[in-house]
């Protein structure tokens, strides 16, 4: 079976300070893909990035930069100088490697003040 | 280019209605997922579409719900009767390919339908 667990429900910044959000993950298969959506107030997730598992290079882009780490299982999104249009539901997803599925992590809610 | 349309928004029924749910893909795009998050859960997949076949319906509920993809374009999600567990969002996401294609097989989702069962 596998699962995702992002322990942060919810997390308050101030704008500009940086934050990151935790993902880990469990799964058997050894070929996978991670992925973060984001879900800003208006509803639709937005795809953010995906990754799969013989990728273990870190990721820019931008303000945001991803941490994938096998040997911990996790898959963290750092946001830097956050902004208030950053304030969002994200959302950590895994595929495996039968199916096409992707199984969700709780999301993370972010509010950043002004 | 649209992104994947769901209608209604919003759907306010009671115990033992039937509502329909609608998807629009991204145009192309053969794969079509249904995806729902009843209150406090994570997001969980329903089924999904390879234009009108169904590849995989092994997150279906029970028999009360009800996945039509005809012509492959748009799909249909049918809920009858309604039971008040039944209430949360439903979501739908579109791909162009399968993950046998590397780059076409990322799932693009739309705004989904909060569906409230009274």
């Known amino acids: 079976a596998q699962k995702v667990t992002q322990a942060q429900t919810e997390i308050s910044v101030v704008e500009k300070e940086d934050v990151t959000l935790d993902c880990v993950y469990e799964?058997?298969?050894?070929?996978?893909?991670l992925f973060w959506y984001k879900q800003p107030p208006s509803g639709e997730l937005v795809f953010l990035i995906r990754?799969?598992?013989?990728?273990?290079q870190n990721e820019i882009s931008g303000r945001y930069s991803w941490n994938f780490q096998k040997s911990t299982s996790s898959f963290n999104f750092t946001i830097t100088a956050s902004q208030v249009v950053d304030s969002a539901v994200y959302f950590c997803?895994?595929?495996?490697?039968?199916?096409?599925?992707?199984?969700f992590g709780g999301g993370t809610r972010l509010m950043v003040k002004p | 280019e649209a992104g994947v349309t769901q209608f209604p928004s919003h759907s306010v029924i009671e115990k033992g209605q039937t509502v329909t749910l609608r998807c629009d893909p991204i145009s192309g795009h053969d794969n079509l997922y249904w995806y729902r998050r009843v209150m406090g859960k994570e997001i969980k997949f329903l089924l999904h579409f390879v234009k009108e076949s169904k590849q995989d319906e092994s997150g279906m509920p029970n028999n009360r719900f009800l996945a039509e993809r005809t012509g492959g374009t748009y799909s249909t999600l049918k809920v009858q009767p309604a039971e008040l567990e039944d209430s949360g969002v439903y979501f739908c996401a579109s791909s162009q390919g399968t993950w046998t294609v590397y780059g076409k097989n990322i799932q693009y989702f739309g705004a989904g339908t909060r569906l409230s069962v009274l």
């Open positions: 799964t058997r298969d050894t070929t996978y893909y």
């Open positions: 997803a895994l595929k495996g490697n039968a199916g096409n599925m992707l199984t």
């Open positions: 990754r799969n598992s013989f990728d273990e």
